[in-house]
């Protein structure tokens, strides 16, 4: 089974805070990405990744950055954290582009 | 511009009965669609997908139709179960990108 693992399922950060959410998959999959969940909005792609150091912007990348070192770990970086950020984030990789995506469990992230 | 849409952001069943969850999208580069599952504080898992080449697909309790000509796509669950309660989203790609575009999901409510 593939599994796609976030490093917290909840945090709490300031405003203005430099914040890092990281995701590793273990099943070698090329693609990763990251969106955000909001409620009316549905699941928002913010950035993702089809090969190690390679990264795309998705819909709504402003106020993000990504890193990609290594093929199993994504990194999700807040720059500067706003209150607007406070969502639920969601890592998920893919073997192939335009195939299922295996999602991680979610960061709830609230920015006070 | 939202370019999958779920336009009933919820729907409740009697148990043993059929749910159906509609998705309509306004894309018609799109030709390849899915529909994931989502339960409180967990990450969304793949239930079925059904590529632009077929319009129905088919797997144990959850049938998949799509109608191309009316773009428009839906999730049939029978018989519905207690466990089948959860928010559904689809999403859709497109030929020409790489992004898995989602819809902003239905909760479903399957009551004894």
């Known amino acids: 089974d593939v599994k796609v693992t976030q490093s917290s399922r909840y945090l709490v950060k300031r405003t203005g805070e430099k914040v890092f959410l990281e995701c590793v998959q273990d099943?070698?999959?090329?693609?990763m990405f990251w969106y955000r969940q909001d409620p009316g909005l549905g699941l928002r792609l913010i950035y993702f990744s089809y090969d190690v150091k390679m990264k795309e912007k998705g819909d709504i990348p402003e106020g993000y950055s990504v890193s990609r070192e290594k093929k199993e770990r994504f990194s999700l970086i807040l720059e500067s954290a706003s209150t607007n950020q406070t969502s639920m984030y969601l890592c998920?990789?893919?073997?192939?582009?335009?195939?299922?995506?295996?999602f991680g469990q979610g960061t709830r992230l609230t920015v006070v | 511009d939202q370019q999958v849409k779920q336009n009933s952001p919820s729907l409740s069943v009697q148990e043993g009965r059929i749910s159906i969850l509609n998705c309509d999208y306004t894309n018609s580069m799109f030709d390849y669609f899915l529909w994931y599952k989502k339960y409180p504080a967990e990450g969304p898992t793949f239930l079925i997908s059904?590529?632009?080449?077929?319009d129905k697909n088919e797997d144990g309790r959850f049938t998949v139709f799509l109608n191309k000509s009316a773009k428009h796509l839906s999730l049939h669950i029978v018989p519905s179960q207690p466990g089948d309660s959860a928010v559904y989203f689809c999403?859709?790609?497109?030929?020409?990108?790489?992004?898995?575009?989602f819809g902003t999901g239905t909760r479903l409510q399957v009551f004894p």
């Open positions: 998920a990789s893919s073997l192939k582009l335009r195939t299922e995506a295996f």
């Open positions: 059904i590529s632009s080449i077929k």
């Open positions: 999403a859709a790609s497109a030929r020409n990108t790489d992004k898995l575009i």
């Open positions: 099943m070698d999959h090329e693609n």
